[in-house]
């Protein structure tokens, strides 16, 4: 181990590693923006809507985020629709990540049972305030593991971006490798600065998670 | 709090498990490098998929190229049939480790010698020169590196391209890709206003794509690209230093320009400025 290397290029991973934080954090929250309507489409069967939806989950859970940045950095550019690389890497992460994310909002919403429904009906409550008291409440408790999940997953999935020439960690690494050659250094502090953003966010899920199932099951 | 010792204990014992496992590499019974390839009846070498003329697989699946023809000989030469090789498709950056990890005897992937990568594996003598060449389009032709300030030139990771112009002109801002398709589709896409790499493999490539000129032929230093084996594999290193010699003999390398770069190249390039013969550079 060459610690003089290790240190050297600790600023190259810091600047990476922000790049892979940026592209996560809008890629995630999309995600969670497209995954909550496509499930709430589902999940009322809406007309139409519910099948494009559906195609849009098949499609999307079914291809590799490879294929699809590849194909929105190079297919697309054919065809005269030049994105950034940038703007590739965020719908790419989105359009993978909404579908994720629509079947854990919908795996909530179907826990929820008839008979929770039926009673808030019976009290009165309209479909709006239905939605809002009883079962969003409780479908986002169910929810919340699967949705945790899915943003580490989309974290980690940020790693295939170095292949439409985006400078994330893996990119960095890869690059330090063919340039001096340094495959053990670049590696291991490859999977420590993944280790450091992820740990933390796992740890604070879990911390999440363990409140909203106190808010739901009351223990 | 208990949960978070836990986590942090395995993690702990997952790396210590790591490092026990990365002790049990230890080398194999010492047995002669070449008899290990004659043994297993089969050569392996690591060549490129998408650098031709050099490197490449045809339309039937099949590799040709430069440094395919050389590695044909090579496994003629040792095992008695050309066809006892196997390829194994690399990409720049990944050169290197393929031979640290043992995973190929010969690196022939058009492999330029520099200082950097010598200290990692084993040269033998050259049997191709070259230089970088930087091909732009034609409307936007970019005929000196002054010009390329504050644009963007596509390179590809772990060429020489790339750490020249990291070392000699940090303020050209550089587009790194992985494989040369990739590469070449960006400059396509207009997405750098030039790409440079070897001079050999974009004088080949503007000569087939019409719209494209190489404005910059001869940059850097004159280079020599070598067949690579891993660092301390002196016995086939000098066996194949002794090949090249007898093929300089036969003159090999001009036979495999006229076959293999000479349909690329046309009459716009000639053969004493891209071939070594007998491995020594005049």
Known sequence: MDF????????????????TLELSFWGILLSLIIGFICSLVIYYK??????????????????????QLFFLYYGFAKIGIKFEAYSCAIFGLAFLGGSYMAEAFRSGLEAVSKIQIETGLSVGLNRWQLMRYIILPQAFSVAIPAIGANAIFLLKETSVVSAIALADLMFVAKDLIGMYYKTTEALTMLVVAYLIILLPISLLLTFIERKVRHAGFGN | ????????????????????????????????????????????????????????????????????????RLAKDLLGDENKVEFVLVEAASRIEVLEADKVDITLANFTVTPERKEKVDFANPYMKVALGIVSPEGAPITSVDQLKGKKLIVNKGT????YFTKNYPDVELLKYDQNTEAFQALKDGRGAALAHDNTLVFAWSRENKGYVTGITKLGELDAIAPAVKKG????????????????????????FEETLKPAYGDSVNPEDVVVEGGAIK
């Open chain 2, 1 to 72: 709090m208990k949960k978070f010792l836990k986590t942090v204990s395995l993690i702990l014992t997952l790396l210590f498990s790591l490092g026990v496992l990365a002790g049990c590499g230890s080398e194999p019974a010492k047995k002669s490098a070449i008899d290990q390839i004659k043994e297993r009846g089969k050569l392996r070498v690591a060549v490129f998929s998408d650098k031709p003329p050099f490197g490449f697989v045809d339309a039937n699946g099949k590799n040709q190229g430069y440094d395919v023809y050389l590695a044909k």
């Open chain 1, 4 to 19: 003089d290397f290790i240190v050297k290029s600790i600023p190259l991973y810091v600047k990476a590693a922000e790049v």
């Open chain 2, 233 to 256: 594999n002196t016995e086939l290193r000098d066996w194949i230093n002794t090949e090249l010699t007898k093929l300089g003999e036969e003159k090999f390398f001009h036979k495999d």
């Open chain 2, 160 to 163: 020489t391209a790339e750490t």
């Open chain 1, 46 to 67: 809406v007309k139409l809507l519910a099948q494009v939806v559906q195609i849009y989950i098949e499609l999307s859970r079914n291809t590799p985020l490879l294929i």
